[in-house]
């Protein structure tokens, strides 16, 4: 019988490092995982070890600016990640393989003075200048406004969308219905590929701070309800909306942040089906010989769990508060990479 990851891969789950590091993309994929992601969280703590600094001098050398440096290491990692999953996503015919590349957190910043036109204009551009020519590169999209907007015009064009920072259902709605109204108008839907990013651990943190009058039973519970939730919806939809490809919920954020829990749990809960984005210290916490995984995606916590956090957690509030913190979570480290950078030069 597997066990560890071995065992979660068993219940049905993909398995994608949340992390574009060669040597731990390497690691996972001899441990089962398919596919990967980034963000400018990731790329800018792999800056800060020094390992690439030969290449950075190679291209202030080459007379690049900051800008162009942070993308152009954004870019190979990219590329170094999807020539490991290349031949997962061969073998499943574009089904899985895949590695996120995050578009610019600087479009989102309220400082950079862009209108929501501007945004989503600038969304367009750049979703179809990094995915040209990269046959399993997803390009990863914020659940913002402006992203939704540009998700219609990515999807007619081909592009392969992984919509990121979704937090409720009604985000997720916006998202799936935005890109199936832009896949619609491609000639073939073949090569279509759509995944929806349901951030998980966020939630919890949430409703310690922002709803601490939550029961005992309930508190803790409503990322896992929330995220199955979006699940149930997402099978639902395309249940009756049929593509050769499947168009799936990535669980992401599953680290656990809260002290005293088992860093499996979420792992745990959402066994057995789509994909999760674990990071490595979650991966490695959950590939212990002494763990199995079933499948528990479909069990929703208790229904008098589910009453108690329906009547008292305003989902649109929580929706508002996780995208600013969210957004801020990726355009801070944005500008401190092109610190870094400047620093390095």
């Known amino acids: 019988m597997p ?73 190979d990692l990219v590329r170094d990640a999807q020539g490991v999953f290349h031949d997962v996503w061969e073998a499943s015919h574009g089904n899985d393989g895949w590695v996120s590349f995050e578009l610019d957190p600087l479009i989102e910043d309220a400082a950079g003075g862009l209108s929501d036109d501007d945004r989503v204009a600038r969304y367009v551009e750049l979703g179809t200048a990094w995915s040209a020519g990269q046959p399993n590169r997803m390009i990863k999209v914020p659940a913002t406004p402006a992203g939704i907007r540009a998700l219609e015009h990515l999807a007619a064009a081909g592009v392969p969308l992984n919509v990121t920072l979704i937090f409720t259902r009604a985000q997720y709605e916006r998202a799936r219905d935005a890109i199936w109204k832009g896949a619609s108008r491609r000639p073939s839907l073949t090569s279509f590929k759509s995944v929806y990013s349901v951030f998980v651990s966020r939630i919890d943190v949430y409703t310690a701070h922002h709803v601490p009058s939550l029961s005992p039973a309930a508190q803790g519970m409503l990322a896992i309800a929330n995220a199955k939730r979006v699940w149930m919806n997402n099978q639902d939809f395309w249940r009756t909306h049929r593509t050769p490809l499947a168009q799936e919920i990535v669980f992401a954020s599953t680290g656990v942040k809260q002290a005293g829990v088992d860093p499996r749990f979420y792992v745990t809960a959402l066994a057995g089906a789509d994909i999760q984005t674990n990071p490595p210290a979650t991966n490695e916490a959950a590939d212990s010989p002494s763990r199995t995984f079933t499948r528990t995606i479909d069990q929703l916590p208790p229904a008098a769990v589910l009453a108690e956090l329906d009547a008292a957690v305003d989902m649109q509030r929580l929706e508002t508060v996780l995208m600013d913190e969210g957004l801020e979570k990726f355009v801070a480290p944005q500008k401190a990479l092109l610190a870094l950078i400047a620093a390095k030069r």
């Open 3 to 75: 066990h560890g990851l071995a065992s979660l891969v068993a219940t049905g789950t993909k398995l994608w490092l949340d992390s574009v590091d060669p040597d731990l993309v390497r690691e996972a994929r001899a441990k089962g995982a398919t596919g990967a992601t980034s963000n400018p969280v990731i790329i800018s703590d792999l800056i800060k070890t020094g390992r690439f600094d030969r290449r950075i001098g190679e291209l202030v050398a080459a007379g690049h600016d900051d800008h162009t440096i942070a993308w152009t290491l954004a870019d």
